[in-house]
């Protein structure tokens, strides 16, 4: 279980992005934005990670400009039966577009510190960190899958999800808060993409939503027949 009380827990933000989720809490919505409570506790005082959409990038040289991403630590192979994961999540303001969950396979060579060349590569009076830190990003964030969208504004309630899903490596989860794009007149307003109660548990767990990529999750076949 994953509540956000005080910080990310083992959570953490993507150091390529020019967005940063952060840890808060209903007392301090009304100047830092997100929801006025949160779902565990239903009160100011409990805590969520949420992502402020009206903001724009304000670090010319990241990777990733038009999201914020918060990794899961990383996990082993899921085994047959999957995983289920389960959050509550809210959605409010004009500038929030959706929130995405994907799964990131994690290489086993490491990843390259983005200011980290090879031999040979252009040093950094020729190839600025913007190009590199972005090269780092298409390479290492390319074979993401999109495993749920979710787009529905919340009106500043909560709502609950689950998303099932199989991976037989190493491999974190993100989720990724989108804002609406920066030429669109609804990004000067505020909004907000939140999350809470995180739960990993058996893909059997879920309710509801099935891929068939890891067993029936409880359906079965029919053995009845028509006369």
């Given at each position: 279980?994953?509540?956000?009380?005080?910080?990310?827990?083992?959570?953490?933000?993507?150091?390529?992005?020019?967005?940063?989720?952060?840890?808060?809490?209903?007392?301090?919505?009304?100047?830092?934005?997100?929801?006025?409570?949160?779902?565990?506790?239903?009160?100011?005082?409990?805590?969520?990670?949420?992502?402020?959409?009206?903001?724009?990038?304000?670090?010319?040289?990241?990777?990733?400009?038009?999201?914020?991403?918060?990794?899961?630590?990383?996990?082993?192979?899921?085994?047959?039966?999957?995983?289920?994961?389960?959050?509550?999540?809210?959605?409010?303001?004009?500038?929030?577009?959706?929130?995405?969950?994907?799964?990131?396979?994690?290489?086993?060579?490491?990843?390259?510190?983005?200011?980290?060349?090879?031999?040979?590569?252009?040093?950094?009076?020729?190839?600025?960190?913007?190009?590199?830190?972005?090269?780092?990003?298409?390479?290492?964030?390319?074979?993401?899958?999109?495993?749920?969208?979710?787009?529905?504004?919340?009106?500043?309630?909560?709502?609950?999800?689950?998303?099932?899903?199989?991976?037989?490596?190493?491999?974190?989860?993100?989720?990724?808060?989108?804002?609406?794009?920066?030429?669109?007149?609804?990004?000067?307003?505020?909004?907000?993409?939140?999350?809470?109660?995180?739960?990993f548990d058996s893909g059997e767990a879920?309710?509801?939503?099935?891929?068939?990529?890891?067993?029936?999750?409880?359906?079965?076949?029919?053995?009845?027949?028509?006369?």
């Amino acid at each position: 279980r994953l509540s956000p009380t005080v910080d990310l827990c083992e959570w953490s933000n993507l150091n390529l992005s020019a967005f940063k989720w952060q840890p808060s809490s209903g007392q301090d919505a009304y100047w830092i934005g997100g929801p006025n409570t949160d779902q565990t506790d239903s009160n100011k005082n409990g805590g969520y990670a949420f992502f402020e959409t009206s903001q724009l990038p304000n670090v010319p040289e990241a990777a990733n400009t038009v999201s914020a991403m918060l990794l899961s630590p990383t996990m082993e192979s899921t085994g047959s039966k999957g995983h289920c994961v389960s959050f509550s999540y809210a959605i409010d303001g004009l500038s929030a577009d959706k929130l995405r969950v994907l799964l990131h396979p994690v290489k086993e060579s490491g990843n390259k510190d983005e200011t980290e060349m090879e031999d040979g590569e252009e040093n950094d009076d020729e190839k600025s960190v913007e190009m590199i830190s972005k090269e780092v990003f298409e390479l290492e964030f390319k074979d993401n899958k999109v495993l749920a969208t979710l787009n529905d504004g919340t009106s500043g309630l909560w709502k609950s999800a689950q998303v099932m899903y199989s991976f037989p490596l190493p491999h974190k989860l993100i989720l990724e808060a989108i804002p609406k794009d920066e030429t669109d007149q609804a990004r000067r307003y505020r909004g907000y993409i939140a999350v809470d109660d995180l739960y990993f548990d058996s893909g059997e767990a879920c309710q509801g939503h099935c891929t068939f990529d890891s067993g029936m999750c409880g359906f079965l076949n029919d053995n009845s027949r028509d006369d």
